[in-house]
């Protein structure tokens, strides 16, 4: 059964009225005019009309009935005060969207934008793009010459029925989402979608994005990619700014985040705007956001907020309209829960949380990224270099191996490449350069705790010296053991299955990395304390 066609509509205060000296029906009037149209039936016309034009109403239903006598009409009253008023013409156009029995599995609905205001038409638009109104847009035009019906133009505002825009969009997020990785055709699958998802978020939402992933993994990166994205668009107009929260202390963060005026401290001989003032219309990215004082995560919470802040010896309040990118390597939840970071602050930045991968969670991504670095030396040494065949084969099989822990990351990948690069004869590495390689790796990745280390070097690196004198003989032995395999182990579940391996084929269900971390905890550590004292000691 074929559905019945509504169409909804505003009265034309000044279309809809009938020359003088003409019949009624023969000057181009759009809301009769619809209802004339040889392949377009209408079974219903609501028409909506301000309490004012009551007269005008009786005489557009009468000429309707003459030129369309199976049409039936609704007349409703919807009253503007100001129609060009956008606020109140949304509103009340919105309310009827609302209060309409729709009953879209039966009918068919035609939203006739062509009368009211441009106000009423962009919100007819809006409404309808929206789905409020489960409608298509139907725009009239007047008759040709020597015409006496005018013609109509039906739009679906569907765009995934345009197979043309349908694939310019489709090519579009794919080149934003290649943008996004620096045009490396990564392999893994995760990581791909991850990133696909970024960059949705990224172009519809100004809110923070809390970038979570070990050191090295290219955070700072990923946020000057999405700052460049953002920039593109015309969605942001300022700068980028970037911070690392670790290197600020003191009063000295307060200066750096803030600014300050002339005289607030010893040493602030001028005044100084601060990197939230640099970054006005622009994009801030704190990264090691987990280092920040108490005192500064309560500003910068205000001034997320409100966009206001106060700089250390002023009077006055500044302002600062910047969009926030946080990066840290550490578990902020567990933060919370050790009093260093405000639960406030968190429910705020992570709105959107995207946590990057180690490289060594994606080993499928070796040779790909292979090929971006020895692109990028070339490009900064203005030099090439490659590979010869076997030296190829034998680095990446390395470097997909569980034997690369690749603890630091893309900045031990670089390093490694920039190296091999550097010293290759001719410009071509040879095996010779990738075994001289692949041993530097090894020994830099080996924890200076062996296995004939003392156990008290292993902890005094942890815990100090006055925390090691504080335990007692067992566990000095268990606690350094434990800590020996941390370092060794690219993640904290890495190292959890090594320290529970036994125990895990005897429990029905078992969390290692809750296991571990409640271990830690005991002794006041945490695994990504570890894991920067094991990385900074290298």
């Known amino acids: 059964m ?67 006598p199976d049409t039936k009409i609704e007349p409703l009253v919807l009253a503007f005060e100001d129609p060009w008023d956008f606020e109140e013409v949304y509103a009340s156009l919105l309310d009827f969207a609302h209060g309409y029995p729709f009953k879209p599995e039966r009918e068919r609905y035609l939203v006739h934008m062509t009368t009211g205001t441009h106000v009423a038409q962009i919100c007819w638009f809006l409404l309808t793009e929206s789905r409020y109104l489960p409608a298509q847009l139907l725009q009239a035009s007047p008759p040709a010459r020597n015409a006496s019906v005018g013609g109509h133009t ?18 579009e997020a794919e080149q934003a989402v ?29 809110a923070p994005m809390l970038i979570t992933g070990p050191t090295g993994a290219g955070k700072s990166q990923l946020a000057r990619r999405i700052y460049e994205l953002k920039r593109s668009r015309r969605q942001i107009e300022g700068e980028f700014v970037e911070v690392n929260c670790a290197t600020l202390r003191g009063d000295a963060a307060m200066s750096t985040l803030f600014g300050h005026k002339k005289g607030a401290f010893t040493g602030a001989v001028s005044d100084r705007p601060g990197l ?40 006055r309040e500044t302002t600062s309209h910047f969009q926030l990118i946080a990066g840290t390597n550490r578990d902020l939840e567990t933060s919370v829960a050790d009093g260093g970071f405000r639960e406030d602050l968190l429910a705020r930045i992570n709105l959107w949380t995207f946590e990057l991968p180690g490289l ?45 822990t690749w603890r630091r990351n ?72 434990v800590l020996r395999v941390c370092e ?38 945490s695994w990504d304390r570890v894991a920067e004292t094991a990385v900074n000691s290298d």
């Open 2 to 68: 074929a559905k019945r066609t509504v169409v909804i509509g505003m009265l034309g205060t000044t279309l809809d009225r009938a020359g003088a000296g003409k019949k009624r029906w023969e000057r181009w009037r759009p809301t009769v005019d619809i209802c004339r149209q040889d392949d377009l039936q209408i079974d219903h016309l609501v028409v909506l009309y301000p309490p004012t034009q009551q007269k005008l109403l009786e005489v557009t239903v009468s000429d309707i009935r003459i030129v369309s």
């Open 154 to 171: 039906i739009i679906d505002l569907d765009l995934s029925k345009y197979d043309r825009l349908a694939q310019r969009f489709r090519r």
């Open 178 to 206: 290649s943008f996004l990785k620096s045009g490396i055709d990564t392999r893994n699958r995760s990581f791909n979608r991850l990133i696909e998802r970024i960059e949705k978020v990224a172009l519809v939402s100004p």
């Open 276 to 315: 939230l003032r640099a970054a006005d219309q622009g994009l801030l990215f704190l990264d090691e956001i987990g280092e920040l004082g108490l005192d500064e995560q309560a500003m910068l919470l205000r001034a997320l907020e409100e966009k206001r802040f106060l700089p250390l010896g002023a009077d």
């Open 360 to 404: 060594a969670d994606r080993r499928e991504d070796i040779e790909p990224n292979l090929a971006y670095e020895l692109e990028r030396f070339g490009q900064t040494h203005g030099q090439r270099a490659s590979f010869n065949k076997e030296a190829y084969r034998r680095f990446v099989a390395f470097a997909k191996s569980p034997q690369a």
């Open 410 to 481: 893309f900045r031990d990948f670089n390093a490694a490449v920039v190296r091999m690069a550097t010293l290759a004869p001719g410009g071509r590495i040879d095996v010779a350069t990738v075994n001289d390689e692949m041993a530097r790796l090894s020994g830099g990745w080996r924890p200076r705790s062996g296995p004939g280390a003392s156990d008290d070097a292993v902890l005094v690196r942890h815990l100090g010296e006055d925390g090691v004198r504080a335990l007692d003989r067992f566990d000095r032995v268990q606690l350094a053991d």
């Open 488 to 525: 060794r182990s690219s993640s904290m579940s890495d190292a959890g299955r090594i320290l529970f391996a036994v125990s895990r084929t005897r429990r029905a269900s078992t969390n290692d990395s809750d296991r571990l971390r409640k271990y830690l905890k005991r002794f006041g550590l």
